[in-house]
């Protein structure tokens, strides 16, 4: 038989869907899975992006630009300017997601085995887009007793050598939801000047910061017209995930022109989708005071109630809508799959994703979880009760 390549061998599994046959398997059997495991909010797409859709007239889907529609980019470049990001449309590829926006950015700055520091726990996915560029990631750890903060600047430069080309950071996080602050992004703006790296944010839950705290791009701070690659979604800005629209955002003309050639490769963001995500860009203020108001309150409860249970520590998420909590437990992958196999209260149980597939170190986050907080209320506190009760019957 032929053989796949070494590089599908690396490609890592996603951490989460590993445990979706055990939830298939709890549903058959009659059991309620409340899913605390995924990213998909439960917010209603804005009126404006669907009746875009709905009432658009096209008689021939066609290809768009390479670097998505004119008028789209300039609207994008319009949004950044309110936020305070001077930004033009030529600064601008629209991309399928922020996803297709990562693999672009890889493939632009680095060649196989460069490397790119991360701070953990991180995006799983970033795993399987340095491994499809060949690129090695060099993980920082955060720590849980710090928030998930950014780590001091003295670890990062212990880490920089000859093949590192970037340093990689979302803000605010996934899974952490910690927003690093002006402050921080600052310091590593002086870093990456100092070592010539790129610095790649990830904001793609720009909107999602809390309790009066302001959002800091790497792109409000000068002088890193050359370092800084953004990238950025509709997807949960706009409750679109569905959509697969994102985009790629930098001043340095280089990598815009080569990312280009990547995106000519693909040929065109879809279509359909950018009519909704222009036409999202009308999307009222006041959806997201509702939106923010309700994850805030979503946060205090989910928070309030883990702090409840014994042995629990939670990060408190300043930002996005995921917290990583540490349990009394040695090994969250197998929980995770216990609650699921052999676990019920009420006729219900919970999925939570094990955060070891957040760190790229060996045998960290195994007493962790993630928890994103997508779900109503009244459900989460359920969530969270039959996390408890299910903690006190698990032996390790
Ligand atoms: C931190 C982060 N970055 C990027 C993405 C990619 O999102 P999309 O491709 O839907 O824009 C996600 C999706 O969950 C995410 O959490």
């Not at 390479?66 to 305070?84: H, L, M, P």
């Not at 997508?374 to 009760?385: D, I, M, P, T």
């Amino acid at each position: 038989m032929p053989t796949i390549s070494e590089k599908g061998r690396q490609m890592p599994a996603s951490p989460i869907r590993k445990l979706v046959p055990y939830a298939e398997a709890a549903k058959k059997r009659g059991t309620h899975v409340i899913h605390l495991n995924i990213g998909q909010p439960d917010i209603k797409t804005p009126q404006v992006a669907l009746d875009a859709v709905r009432n658009h007239t096209i008689e021939v889907l066609a290809y768009s630009m390479t670097e998505g529609s004119e008028i789209y980019r300039g609207k994008i470049a319009d949004y950044y300017a309110k936020n305070d990001i001077s930004v033009n449309a030529s600064d601008i590829i629209v991309t399928t997601g922020g996803s297709e926006a990562l693999a672009f950015v890889m493939g632009t700055i680095m060649d196989g085995d460069d490397e790119i520091i991360i701070p953990e726990p991180f995006y799983a996915n970033y795993n399987g887009f340095a491994t499809a560029a060949g690129v090695k990631v060099v993980p920082i750890v955060s720590s849980i007793d710090s928030n998930f903060a950014l780590p001091p600047i003295a670890e990062f430069e212990q880490l920089i050598g000859p093949k590192t080309k970037a340093i990689l950071i979302c803000n605010p996080g996934n899974p952490t939801g910690y927003l690093y602050s002006k402050e921080e992004i600052q310091q590593l703006a002086k870093l990456v000047k100092k070592h010539n790296l790129f610095l790649i944010a990830d904001e793609v839950y720009r909107e999602f910061a809390y309790d009066g705290r302001e959002h800091y791009s790497i792109l409000q701070e000068s002088g890193l017209e050359n370092h800084a690659v953004m990238v950025d979604s509709v997807s949960k800005r706009y409750s679109m995930c569905g959509a697969r629209i994102g985009c790629l955002v930098s001043r340095n003309k280089e990598v815009i022109q080569t990312a280009l050639k990547f995106a000519q490769a693909r040929l065109s963001p879809p279509t359909f989708a950018q009519i909704a995500s222009e036409a999202a860009l009308d999307t009222p203020k006041s959806y997201f005071e509702a939106v923010i108001s309700e994850y805030v309150e979503r946060r205090n409860i989910l928070v309030s109630e883990l702090q409840k249970i014994e042995g629990v520590k939670v990060a408190v998420p300043q930002g996005a809508f995921y917290c990583v909590a540490e349990l009394p437990i040695s090994n969250s992958d197998d929980f995770a799959q216990w609650l699921l196999e052999k676990f019920e209260m009420d006729g219900a149980t919970v999925m939570v994703a094990p955060a070891a597939g957040f760190y790229a170190s060996e045998g960290l986050g195994k007493n962790q979880i993630r928890i994103a907080y997508v779900l109503e209320q009244e459900e989460l506190v359920k969530a969270v009760r039959i996390l408890g009760a299910a903690l006190k019957e698990y032996t390790n």
